[in-house]
């Protein structure tokens, strides 16, 4: 459904908007993804009782410089990993950070595929089309970058947490962060990073 979606917002595109119109349009989704610097991690107003925690810019900006490194030292296809990385929380600019006490998992996706659909809607059509599909594949967790992002995505978690720890927030709070980059990451470099985390 999505996909004819697309293809008829493609025809409208083609049909109504001037190349100045498609400017401005892309302007509104450079305002949409900047929102993302105002955006708090809610995981850490929640478990650490913290009124200025790092923004989900700050988690996303993290995350790329991690999976830039990580990538190219195994040699994948980096460019397309951070890609992944830069759409994957963009939903979070009009939804929140919404945690699993918050929203049911089934309801957190469907409020994040809405809101993602209304933020790349005016993007010309070609970036539409490869922002959706990476947006999917990102979703489905199968392929090698995929899981890759959602691991990297846990071990920035772990970062961040090691970096609170040290700021004397009381261990019993931080370490379930720990514990869900454990049970979540498996690639053998990431997992070495994890453990010297948390030595």
């Given at each position: 459904m999505f996909y004819y979606y697309c293809i008829r917002l493609r025809s409208e595109k083609l049909i109504n908007h001037s190349p100045i119109v498609n400017l401005i349009l892309i302007l509104d989704f450079f305002k949409t993804a900047s929102n993302l610097k105002e955006i708090q991690r809610q995981g850490w107003v929640d478990k650490l009782g913290m009124t200025n925690p790092e923004s989900v810019a700050d988690h996303t900006f993290a995350m790329a410089i991690m999976g830039m490194v990580l990538s190219d030292s195994k040699n994948y296809d980096t460019e397309k990993i951070l890609k992944m990385i830069l759409l994957h929380d963009l939903a979070e600019s009009v939804t929140g950070d919404l945690t699993p006490e918050q929203k049911p998992k089934h309801e957190k996706i469907n409020l994040?595929?809405?809101?993602?659909?209304?933020?790349?809607?005016?993007?010309?059509?070609?970036?539409?089309?490869?922002?959706?599909?990476?947006?999917?594949?990102?979703?489905?967790?199968e392929s090698t970058e995929a899981i890759f992002v959602h691991q990297i995505d846990k071990l920035e978690m772990a970062l961040q947490a090691e970096i609170y720890s040290q700021k004397n927030f009381p261990e019993k709070n931080v370490k379930p962060f720990f514990d869900s980059a454990k049970k979540e990451i498996t690639d053998p470099n990431l997992l070495t990073l994890l453990n010297q985390l948390t030595k």
């Open positions: 994040e595929n809405n809101a993602f659909e209304k933020i790349i809607k005016n993007l010309p059509s070609n970036l539409e089309e490869q922002y959706v599909s990476l947006w999917n594949e990102y979703l489905k967790n």
